[in-house]
């Protein structure tokens, strides 16, 4: 069986999308799809960069940093050799969303004006196959994704809202990573009855895999530190940072910078802050090493509860752009950062804006936190059950990728 699987390119240095990544990488190792799979990412990672940034090796170095080999999607050829094979995976957070399309749009714009390139398939065609023959599509199963952002003006569209209902009647198998879009699936097929949950790409790591792929994470780890990171804005940097020096004094530790990203990825990084200084697998080291983390960065969260490390998050899904990474389109905000602690029951563990800003509050809830993370047996049922999930429906894609599951024939 010969798989294609297209990834996201990373706009820099995004440790968050290495580990969807490295997801990738150990999903198709732990199912022996290595030899059978050729990997493609959206476009190339120098294309997607900002043009100021293209040149700097050590950036460019940091955000392949994962390891996974990738061909470039968008290079003549390509597109057609992806829909050749036997079977079709879309792996990842965003590549079906509205908001990341109309990103894309824009970038394959600039990329056609560079090469005076005529115009080719539109990024409906590639992400959601509104071009490609009903069989193409039956064979394809998308991992991950999320519609969070989506807006009902988006889904009944002519346009994307059409290509996307299309997409989900026809693909083999979806699975999505979190309730909110598995509920919309259900919606937009008038399927009640198919999970569509699973998890995100993230949730697929697990020590021993890292260990194996990444010579810097194996060996335990001496857990003697706090870290964190704020790579998100909002304002709450330095709440942020207090928190984490003080109950790195309460505890005996160490508080320690984790570099989550450039800033490319992260634009509301300090000046200095957002240059890579790590690979991935360093960072990974980095994180192996927390006590805790305490960041307002999703993937970070996602990540370090993943392996088992207590990770608190303070959010604001107020921003005043036009669309935000972290909660989707102004005055429709829906926080991804909340839907993740509330879907795996985490809420211990999550600081709103309204705690942060009141020093009363604050101080209760780092006093219930500090409790809690203290709970060995707690951090484990929660970790166990992020990355438990996501490795059981990763599962189930493996069985409907070789025709195996039930209800799912072979092709």
């Given at each position: 069986m010969s798989l294609s699987i297209l990834v996201a390119t990373p706009p820099g240095y995004n440790p968050g999308m290495s580990a969807v990544e490295t997801g990738l990488r150990l999903f198709l190792r732990r199912h022996r799809l290595e030899s059978s799979a050729t990997v493609y990412r959206v476009h190339s990672i120098e294309d997607r960069v900002p043009s100021k940034e293209r040149t700097d090796t050590a950036l460019l170095d940091a955000a392949a940093s994962s390891g996974l080999a990738c061909r470039d999607f968008s290079?003549?050829?390509?597109?057609?050799?992806?829909?050749?094979?036997?079977?079709?995976?879309?792996?990842?957070?965003?590549?079906?969303?509205?908001?990341?399309?109309?990103?894309?749009?824009?970038?394959?714009?600039?990329?056609?004006?560079?090469?005076?390139?005529?115009?080719?398939?539109?990024?409906?065609?590639?992400?959601?196959m509104s071009g490609t023959p009903d069989p193409v599509l039956a064979r394809t199963c998308s991992f991950g994704t999320t519609l969070l952002f989506n807006t009902i003006e988006d889904e009944s569209s002519p346009g994307y809202g059409a290509a996307l209902r299309r997409f989900i009647a026809g693909a083999r198998r979806l699975w999505v990573r979190d309730v909110i879009s598995a509920g919309k699936l259900a919606r937009l097929s008038g399927d009640y009855r198919t999970g569509f949950w699973g998890?995100?790409?993230?949730?697929?790591?697990d020590r021993d895999g890292l260990a194996s792929l990444y010579p810097s994470c194996?060996?335990?780890?001496?857990?003697?530190?706090?870290?964190?990171?704020?790579?998100?804005?909002?304002?709450?940097?330095?709440?942020?940072?207090?928190v984490a020096l003080r109950w790195a004094t309460a505890l005996g530790l160490q508080r320690h910078w984790l570099p989550w990203g450039s800033r490319s990825a992260f634009p509301a990084l300090a000046a200095g802050e957002g240059h890579p200084t790590t690979s991935f697998p360093s960072l990974l080291r980095r994180l192996l090493e927390c006590r805790m983390v305490v960041t307002d960065t999703y993937h970070l969260g996602v990540v370090a509860w993943t392996l088992g490390i207590p990770a608190v998050m303070f959010f604001n899904p107020f921003s005043p752009a036009a669309q935000s990474v972290n909660s989707g389109r102004n005055g429709y905000w829906r926080d991804k950062r909340?839907?993740?602690?509330?879907?795996?029951?985490?809420?211990?563990?999550?600081?709103?804006?309204e705690e942060a800003a009141d020093a009363a509050a604050l101080a209760a809830r780092e006093a219930r936190i500090l409790a809690k993370a203290g709970d060995d047996a707690l951090v484990h049922a929660i970790s166990q059950g992020v990355r438990g999930h996501a490795q059981a429906a990763s599962a189930d894609l493996a069985m409907a990728l070789a025709g195996d599951r039930a209800g799912v024939p072979a092709a």
């Open positions: 290079q003549p050829g390509e597109r057609e050799r992806f829909l050749a094979a036997d079977r079709i995976l879309y792996w990842g957070d965003f590549l079906h969303m509205a908001q990341y399309l109309r990103a894309l749009q824009g970038i394959d714009s600039r990329l056609r004006d560079a090469a005076k390139a005529a115009a080719g398939p539109s990024i409906n065609d590639d992400l959601l998890g995100d790409c993230a949730q697929a790591i194996a060996g335990t780890a001496t857990a003697d530190v706090v870290g964190w990171f704020v790579g998100r804005g909002g304002g709450s940097r330095d709440v942020i940072g207090d909340e839907v993740f602690y509330s879907q795996y029951d985490i809420l211990d563990f999550l600081i709103r804006p």
